[in-house]
Nanobody, 124 residues
Framework: QVMLVESGGDLVQAGGSLRLSCAASGRTSSIDAMGWFRQAPGEEREFVAGISWIEISTYYVDSVKGRFTISRDDAKNTVYLHMNSLKPEDTAVYYC?????????????????WGQGTQVTVSS
């Protein structure tokens, strides 16, 4: 079992920055990849960024490339999502997820554990 807790969501003006954190606990040694997803009201959950644990490779949805960066701190079992140049369309609940056995997937169904989500609101 893996537990994930997100934090860092807030209300920010367009052009601003935020850093989201996802602290993992439990059987963290079983994690193969972690990802950030987001879901706006009335929309499907959307992949944002991912990081493969062994290869330390990262991957992003096109709409956030150059603005968002995913990183991790092994000592703290924490994954971060650094978000810069935020836009109103980035407004959503952001979820952290962990995958056991999948690398580089952008599909929510390939992730086994999920956090409770943290709200990011970008005002224009």
């Amino acid at each position: 079992q893996v537990m994930l807790v997100e934090s860092g969501g807030d209300l920010v003006q367009a052009g601003g920055s935020l850093r989201l954190s996802c602290a993992a606990s439990g059987r963290t040694s079983s994690i193969d990849a972690m990802g950030w997803f987001r879901q706006a009201p009335g929309e499907e959950r959307e992949f944002v960024a991912g990081i493969s644990w062994i290869e330390i490779s990262t991957y992003y949805v096109d709409s956030v490339k150059g603005r968002f960066t995913i990183s991790r701190d092994d000592a703290k079992n924490t994954v971060y999502l650094h978000m810069n140049s935020l836009k109103p369309e980035d407004t959503a609940v952001y979820y952290c997820a962990a995958s056991i056995g999948s690398f580089g997937s952008r599909w929510p169904s390939d992730y086994d554990y999920w956090g409770q989500g943290t709200q990011v609101t970008v005002s224009s």
